[in-house]
């Protein structure tokens, strides 16, 4: 599945959550970590506009409104509300609706600690790479995953140069692990963050054509 606005990957999840009956583990490789409240910019503007002294109070009241609307199992009522969710709120939004019982974020910006999920930082050296050494300098293991329902999810945005899809693959590398152990793989493009973040003329449409192709040897290789 790949989608323009990192948020619209969350109906991708819910539809898996709807076919399996059961909660995932997700995977997401990101520059960044993704991780805010659910619906919290919205809420946090409605609140500023209302009452700027009770903020923290009527942020909390809108986002318990909002997502009392989502049936985790009625795909509209999430399509109804995605215009307030941002594209940094959606995994924490999966896991209020279920989606996801527990996340690892390998990103390239903050190694937050919260009481649910884990947070991976990548060596600026690493930025975009996808070799054991990335996982490994990151503190990412396969260990850490629960053997059941996983989805690897990956921005484009990460990806600074084409020359990261140049990797000495075989089947017991990290990454191959995880796609091959993905029971769906989801892809944001965040051309905007892309298009500033990368480090060499490319676009989003060759980085996205080199990330499928990668995959698909991965896959290939069964």
Known sequence: MVV?????????????????????VLVSIDYHPDTNPPFWLYAYQKA???????????????????????????????EDAMDKLRNDEHIHTAMELGYIKDYHMINCMEKYQYPRGHH?????????????????????????????????????DYFSSLKNFDLDLNENTVFSQLVNQAQLITIARSETYFNYLKKEDCTIEECEENLIELLDDVLKMR
Do not use: C
């Not at 323009?4 to 009956?21: P, T």
């Not at 700027?52 to 909002?66: C, G, M, N």
């Not at 199992?73 to 999430?78: D, S």
């Open 4 to 24: 323009d606005d990192h948020q619209f990957v969350l109906l991708g999840w819910g539809q898996l959550f709807q076919q399996s009956k059961k909660s995932s």
């Open 48 to 78: 500023m506009a209302i009452n700027p002294d009770k903020e923290a109070v009527l942020v909390e009241r809108f986002q318990k409104k909002i997502l009392s609307t989502l049936d985790p199992l009625n795909l509209k009522t999430i």
């Open 120 to 156: 991976y930082l990548v060596p600026e050296n690493y930025f975009g790479s996808l070799d054991d050494n990335m996982f490994e300098d990151s503190v990412f293991s396969m260990k850490n995953l629960i053997q059941d329902n996983l989805i690897l999810d990956i921005d484009l």
